[in-house]
């Protein structure tokens, strides 16, 4: 898709520029602090849209693929994947020892909690067309069937599996994007309707946490126990 790749490389270019221009590190090894002339308004993966959300969220959020800053893409939380023959189905098993970063597990039913998210209508998410494929989205999202018969399942704590209703070719490289970031149901009702506006109420996956949220900028810090730390990479 000339469109979709055309878009990827314009938000790759911003977030390198961004990388260089608006990150510096603190005294306290580990700590980064963001200065981003964007707004960032949330850090819900399955609710952000601008490219400085989106930038921070590929730092702090590990969803199944990641793309690196060369723009190819890799395993993230996916230790290993299987496709059907009909290309209607994607089985995915997760690497073991995922955590977030309040040090409870992550598993593959925080996977199906994101995307049912995406397709309830009070979420507005901007993915929801970009996994329009999944069995059921349409008419989950219209309110005409239970979230709980959208075609995303979980088989055991480490087995994710898709049932897309016709194929997607891209469907790979849409898992890279923050919107199929996992999302801990527990810790996303605590927060009350303020999941991602606070670093209290963010939950992360990914190489750093955000630790502190201010009017100067947001602070990260590596998540050192993480099984996925890596540097940062500001890429979309």
């Known amino acids: ?4 790749l055309r878009g990827v490389a314009l938000a790759l270019a911003l977030c390198m520029v961004l990388s260089f221009a608006a ?5 306290a090894s580990g700590n980064i602090r963001v200065d981003l002339s964007g707004r960032v308004n949330t850090l819900d993966p399955q609710f952000c849209s601008t490219v400085p959300e989106r930038c921070l969220l590929k730092n702090c ?35 073991e020892g995922l955590t977030w970063s309040d040090g409870e597990a992550l598993t593959a039913s925080d996977f199906v909690f994101a995307f049912r998210r995406i397709f309830r209508a009070d979420t507005a998410s901007p993915y929801a067309v ?11 999202l219209a309110g005409l ?3 709980s018969s959208l075609g995303v399942s979980a088989n055991g ?7 897309l209703s016709e194929r997607d070719d891209n469907f790979l490289a849409k898992l890279a994007m923050p919107g199929a970031a996992p999302c801990d149901e527990a810790f996303f009702e605590s927060t009350r309707g303020t999941y991602g506006l606070t670093a209290k109420t ?3 996956s990914g190489s750093f946490y955000l630790y502190n949220w201010t009017a100067n900028g947001l602070f990260l810090r590596r998540t050192v126990e993480s ?10």
């Open 23 to 27: 990150c510096g590190k603190s005294k």
């Open 61 to 95: 959020m590990e969803g199944l693929w990641r793309q690196l800053p060369d723009g190819t893409l890799t395993e993230g939380c996916a230790e290993s994947y299987t496709v059907s023959e009909n290309g209607l189905q994607y089985t995915f098993i997760l690497r």
């Open 145 to 147: 069937a239970d979230e």
């Open 227 to 236: 099984p996925l730390v890596g540097s940062l990479r500001l890429v979309q």
């Open 157 to 163: 704590p480490l087995t994710l599996v898709f049932r």
């Open 130 to 140: 970009e996994f329009s494929a999944i069995q059921n989205s349409a008419a989950v």
């Open 1 to 4: 898709n000339r469109i979709l």
């Open 202 to 204: 963010t939950l992360a």
